[in-house]
């Protein structure tokens, strides 16, 4: 199979376990807001947003470059790799459970038992085996085990609401979803190296004296996805403080499009990834090549969030909630953007060992989204709060092409002096 092929595979068998997870999502919201109101699942939406800042926080730095230094690596050495970030991405998410429980009490919201739940739940998935599974190609084990169970988990749950109007439902469905991908991916990938005779065994002590050493190595990769996850919630978190509370549903629905057109993205990104050491004879043009490909798929789901936006957003809330074109292209903007910076941030700058100044790059276009949502929050209220997203992924996409242009230039010049003293 050729290499083109090979890519298109992975790419719609991983793309399509997320199309369902999605899918699912969509259902839940009208099915929600019809059940419960719109401020409860204001609630549910805000506790969602906190657990996927949280979910980057578990992953750590395995959900981006772990993906592609474990698809390099000889099969004996990648569970090792597996087993190795277990015991750091628990600690890590004791450290956000009880977080959570602190942040509840930050926010005024219609459903505190709805908003710990979702916060909880989206934390809990960091600890699922679903990077290993891209890392590996095996898309029918991040199906069954990872997509799968949340997705049911949350279907059920919604479901069980038209007969039995009770908001705790919903919130224990997403907390038994987490519980079956957590326990059912590990317990998978134990068993199917236990048969094998390649596999390396480390004590369990040991990993726990490892955890400060891993966390410390992989701090850069996990700060660009970490700075990545808290750009994309500043409008969720911090425009209800500012904006009337009649424009949060509004605020909801826009900051859930923008995350699903990222999750439905997130298979294409880690596909790429997981490909990326294969492509090019050298490093420069692995990079690059990396980079384009990030480019054309990022367009193109862009251009689906935009025409699509405004009649989604009828379907899903029977047309109590209007997300006009303006609103929509700003939204596809930031898809956009989102995705090339992640492809370019975590891969090819990864590979070309900028990852530190990518962290630098991202941090300070935060500062400057914040800096400016302020004042276009004032003036144009949930238009302005997602402007103010723009702005930060337009900065950071323009600053880390500059970078990548310089980094591949730089490396081919130091190949080309190791190289001439032998000519």
């Not at 050495?77 to 600690?91: Q, Y």
């Not at 909880?120 to 799968?148: C, E, K, N, P, Q």
């Not at 903007?333 to 790059?361: H, P, Q």
């Amino acid at each position: 199979m050729s290499e083109r092929k090979l890519f298109l595979r992975k790419l719609t068998s991983f793309g399509a376990s997320t199309v369902l997870l999605s899918a699912i999502t969509f259902l839940s919201i009208p099915i929600t807001i019809s059940v419960l109101g719109t401020e409860r699942w204001a609630s549910f939406a805000l506790g969602q947003a906190i657990g996927e800042v949280c979910r980057v926080i578990v992953t750590w730095s395995w959900n981006s470059v772990g993906i592609t230094r474990t698809a390099a690596l000889e099969e004996s050495e990648r569970f090792a790799e597996f087993t190795k970030s277990l015991a750091p991405r628990a600690v890590l998410l004791a450290a956000c459970l009880g977080g959570i429980l602190i942040v509840t009490f930050s926010y005024d919201v219609a459903d505190y038992f709805l908003f710990t739940t979702a916060a909880a739940g989206g934390a809990m998935v960091g600890l699922t085996a679903s990077w290993y599974f891209i890392s590996i190609g095996d898309s029918r084990g991040f199906f069954v085990w990872s997509a799968a169970p949340r997705a049911f988990a949350l279907l059920l749950g919604s479901l069980t609401l038209l007969i039995w109007p009770e908001p705790q439902i919903l919130g224990y469905a997403i907390i038994i979803g987490a519980i079956f991908a957590i326990l059912g991916g590990n317990t998978v990938i134990f068993r199917l190296h236990r048969r094998s005779d390649n596999r390396q065994s480390v004590g369990f002590r040991k990993r726990i004296i490892e955890v400060p050493s891993l966390l410390r190595q992989g701090f850069g990769a996990f700060s660009i996805g970490f700075i990545a996850a808290a750009r994309l919630s500043v409008p969720i978190l911090m425009a209800p403080t500012v904006i009337s509370s009649s424009l949060t549903p509004l605020l909801a629905l826009s900051d859930k499009i923008v995350r699903w057109s990222n999750t439905a993205a997130t298979p294409c990104l880690q596909v790429i990834q997981s490909r990326l050491p294969k492509w090019g004879a050298n490093v420069e043009s692995r990079a690059l090549r990396g980079s384009l490909v990030g480019a054309v798929v990022g367009f193109i789901g862009s251009s689906l969030v935009f025409v699509t936006t405004p009649p989604l957003a009828k379907f899903l809330t029977g047309g109590s909630i209007d997300v006009d074109y303006a609103l929509s292209g700003i939204l596809s903007i930031i898809v956009f953007c989102w995705f090339s910076n992640m492809v370019v941030g975590n891969s090819a700058l990864g590979l070309l060992g900028r990852t530190k100044s990518v962290a630098g790059y991202s941090l300070l276009s935060l500062f400057v989204g914040i800096a400016a949502f302020f004042p276009l929050v004032r003036f144009y209220d949930v238009h302005g709060a997602f402007m103010s997203l723009a702005i930060m992924e337009i900065a950071l996409s323009i600053i880390l092409a500059f970078i990548l242009g310089r980094s591949v230039r730089r490396t081919s010049r130091m190949l080309d002096d190791t190289a001439s003293p032998h000519q």
